[in-house]
């Protein structure tokens, strides 16, 4: 049940985009198109679960019992960065596949805040393992419920009658905006 | 200072530990690509500018390894054909290197202004009010197109005009985009005579805003076939121009590159006076051929009345004799 409550927390309530305002860029940056915000969603997920997973282990196992936790910030980057990295080489290597669907969004996320903003939120929440994992996965999925119903909106705004002032960028941010406030009207569903 | 010391030792060692973990599984899993691509990419400028419509020279090179059907490289130009084709072992295709040209040269001085703009720093929200000039084609001179070049080919000078180096344009076409008057052109690098007006309107209006504009009077097309007019703008599209072309312009809007580059013809007032001297001797050389040849015509006239004369003497005393002898 914890659990549980934790997922529609991190999907809805708390969603990384529309009420953290974590990963704005990928956000504005790469949902012209479903496709594409699909495949940035995937890579996402994927990259979060890993990292918060690596980002844990490593803060409870070197971090903490040296009483290094002010080291926080730099070492999850070290580490989100050089991963990012390897999980390209890999993939480029087991799943050619995969490395062309993901393809450039792959090193894009190297530095996406959203997933450094997921790996230290974890330790600050002082979730456990499962709590992280449960954490991070929900909060791509999150991540990826506001991506894709962005891209879809813009999509539609691409072929409307926008006045010209408002055409491209500026009716996006306002679009931005009114989503934001919808998700706002989820705080208060679970309680605490 | 224990503590300072395991800060440093635990961040090197995991700073450490990813660098010898990517540089050991970069080997293990090291996928062979084309040893082309490599090669490819190194011929290639690596400007990453993205003319040739790919993300990068990356994915340029992988088009062009691959074997697919992609244009050639518009800024390496036929250099970089030449060594891609030897790397691929297959023909060249023609390219020709392409340069940016802006096409106007009305300075301050030489132009009509509306007005002053205030408060404006940039061309794209000069053009949508209409600019300072008269002429709607005119160099805004605010530096759009120079805040895009990726080479810094592009320079404001004095005059507030934009002027693009040759030798530095890679021939991205950026500045194409980005000029909101639509006043550049990209132009073969070998191309010596340009038309530095864009202005389509009518001559008698272009006449009234600007000095140095093209009012379409299609006098060089006379000298020259390769100049084109339409829409009141002559447009050089020939490779060497006819070298008396500039002169006849009635208000020397036509550069020739092998005697004057477009800046100095533009900006420098000496490159003007010698250009207006050049001018005046041409003018002078063609009167006087003009009434060399006037003149040869009328000898010519006067010659042939006279032998006019001379024949019909003889017809006449040709038929005096005939009747004495009837």
Same mark, same amino acid.
């Given at each position: 049940?914890? /659990?549980?409550?934790?997922?529609?927390?991190?999907?809805?309530?708390?969603?990384?985009?529309?009420?953290?305002?974590?990963?704005?860029?990928?956000?504005?940056?790469?949902?012209?198109? !479903?496709?594409?915000?699909?495949?940035?969603?995937?890579?996402?997920?994927? !990259?979060?679960?890993?990292?918060?997973?690596?980002?844990? +282990?490593?803060? /409870?196992?070197?971090?903490?019992?040296?009483?290094?936790? /002010?080291?926080?910030?730099?070492?999850?980057?070290?580490?989100?960065?050089?991963?990012?990295?390897?999980?390209?080489?890999?993939?480029?290597?087991?799943?050619?596949?995969?490395?062309?669907?993901?393809?450039?969004?792959?090193?894009?996320?190297?530095?996406?805040?959203?997933?450094?903003? !997921?790996?230290?939120?974890?330790?600050?929440?002082?979730?456990?393992? +499962?709590?992280?994992? +449960? /954490?991070? !996965?929900?909060?791509?999925?999150?991540?990826?419920?506001?991506?894709?119903?962005?891209?879809?909106?813009?999509?539609?705004?691409?072929?409307?009658? +926008?006045?010209?002032?408002?055409?491209?960028?500026?009716?996006?941010?306002?679009?931005?905006?009114?989503?934001?406030?919808?998700?706002?009207?989820?705080?208060?569903?679970?309680?605490? | 200072?224990?503590?300072?010391?395991?800060?440093?030792?635990?961040?090197?060692? @995991?700073?450490?530990?990813? &660098?010898?973990?990517?540089?050991?599984?970069?080997?293990?899993?090291?996928?062979?690509?084309?040893?082309?691509?490599?090669?490819?990419?190194?011929?290639?400028?690596?400007?990453?500018?993205?003319? *040739?419509?790919?993300?990068?020279?990356?994915?340029?090179?992988?088009?062009?390894?691959?074997?697919?059907?992609?244009?050639?490289?518009?800024?390496?130009?036929?250099?970089?054909?030449?060594?891609?084709?030897?790397?691929?072992?297959?023909?060249?295709?023609?390219?020709?290197?392409? @340069?940016?040209?802006?096409?106007?040269? &009305?300075?301050?001085?030489?132009?009509?202004?509306?007005?002053?703009? @205030?408060?404006?720093?940039? *061309?794209?929200?000069?053009?949508?009010?209409?600019?300072?000039?008269?002429?709607?084609?005119?160099?805004?001179?605010?530096?759009?197109?120079?805040?895009?070049?990726?080479?810094?080919?592009?320079?404001?000078?004095?005059?507030?005009?934009?002027?693009?180096?040759?030798?530095?344009?890679?021939?991205?076409?950026?500045?194409?985009?980005?000029?909101?008057? &639509?006043?550049?052109?990209?132009?073969?690098?070998?191309?010596?005579?340009?038309?530095?007006?864009?202005?389509?309107?009518?001559?008698?209006?272009?006449?009234?805003?600007?000095?140095?504009?093209?009012?379409?009077?299609?006098?060089?097309?006379?000298?020259?076939?390769?100049?084109?007019?339409?829409?009141?703008?002559?447009?050089?599209?020939?490779?060497?121009? %006819? =070298?008396? =072309?500039?002169?006849?312009?009635?208000?020397?809007?036509?550069?020739?590159?092998?005697?004057?580059?477009?800046?100095?013809?533009?900006?420098?007032?000496?490159?003007?006076?010698?250009?207006? %001297? =050049?001018?005046?001797?041409?003018?002078?050389?063609?009167?006087?051929?003009?009434?060399?040849?006037?003149?040869?015509?009328?000898?010519?006239?006067?010659? =042939?009345?006279?032998?006019?004369?001379?024949?019909?003497?003889?017809?006449?005393?040709?038929?005096?004799?005939?009747?004495?002898?009837?």
């Amino acid at each position: 049940m914890q /659990y549980l409550l934790l997922a529609i927390n991190s999907v809805f309530i708390g969603n990384l985009i529309l009420s953290k305002f974590l990963g704005i860029c990928p956000f504005l940056g790469v949902s012209r198109k !479903v496709s594409t915000a699909l495949g940035m969603s995937m890579a996402v997920l994927f !990259v979060m679960t890993m990292a918060s997973t690596v980002t844990w +282990v490593l803060f /409870y196992t070197l971090l903490e019992p040296f009483g290094l936790e /002010y080291l926080r910030t730099i070492v999850f980057i070290l580490v989100i960065a050089s991963l990012v990295q390897l999980t390209e080489m890999a993939i480029q290597k087991i799943s050619p596949a995969l490395y062309e669907a993901l393809g450039i969004y792959l090193p894009l996320i190297t530095t996406n805040c959203a997933i450094l903003g !997921v790996a230290i939120d974890t330790i600050e929440k002082g979730y456990n393992f +499962v709590g992280m994992l +449960v /954490y991070a !996965v929900f909060g791509a999925i999150g991540f990826a419920l506001a991506l894709l119903l962005f891209a879809g909106l813009r999509e539609r705004l691409e072929t409307s009658d +926008v006045p010209d002032a408002f055409k491209g960028a500026a009716s996006s941010l306002i679009v931005a905006g009114i989503l934001s406030l919808a998700f706002m009207g989820f705080s208060g569903l679970v309680p605490g | 200072m224990s503590e300072i010391l395991t800060a440093i030792l635990v961040l090197t060692g @995991v700073g450490l530990a990813a &660098g010898l973990l990517l540089s050991y599984f970069s080997r293990v899993f090291y996928v062979e690509e084309d040893p082309r691509i490599d090669l490819v990419e190194e011929a290639l400028p690596g400007a990453n500018c993205g003319a *040739c419509g790919m993300a990068g020279c990356r994915d340029y090179a992988k088009a062009v390894a691959t074997s697919q059907d992609v244009p050639g490289c518009p800024v390496g130009g036929p250099e970089t054909a030449v060594k891609i084709a030897e790397i691929m072992g297959s023909e060249a295709s023609e390219v020709e290197k392409m @340069v940016a040209l802006v096409k106007c040269a &009305g300075t301050m001085e030489r132009t009509t202004r509306r007005g002053e703009l @205030v408060g404006i720093s940039d *061309c794209r929200s000069a053009s949508l009010i209409g600019g300072n000039k008269e002429c709607r084609y005119g160099c805004l001179g605010y530096g759009d197109c120079m805040s895009v070049c990726p080479v810094n080919a592009i320079k404001i000078y004095s005059g507030n005009i934009a002027v693009v180096d040759p030798d530095v344009c890679i021939g991205c076409g950026l500045c194409v985009k980005a000029c909101p008057l &639509g006043i550049i052109d990209m132009v073969p690098a070998s191309r010596t005579m340009h038309v530095l007006c864009s202005s389509k309107d009518a001559g008698a209006q272009v006449k009234k805003a600007c000095q140095v504009g093209c009012i379409g009077c299609k006098i060089c097309s006379r000298k020259d076939s390769s100049f084109q007019i339409e829409d009141n703008l002559a447009v050089f599209t020939g490779t060497e121009g %006819n =070298a008396d =072309a500039p002169f006849v312009c009635p208000n020397d809007v036509i550069v020739d590159t092998r005697v004057y580059s477009v800046l100095s013809f533009v900006e420098s007032e000496k490159a003007r006076e010698h250009f207006t %001297n =050049a001018k005046e001797k041409f003018k002078t050389l063609e009167r006087e051929e003009r009434a060399r040849i006037a003149a040869e015509k009328k000898a010519a006239l006067e010659k =042939a009345k006279n032998s006019e004369k001379k024949d019909d003497e003889k017809i006449k005393k040709s038929a005096e004799k005939q009747s004495r002898e009837d």
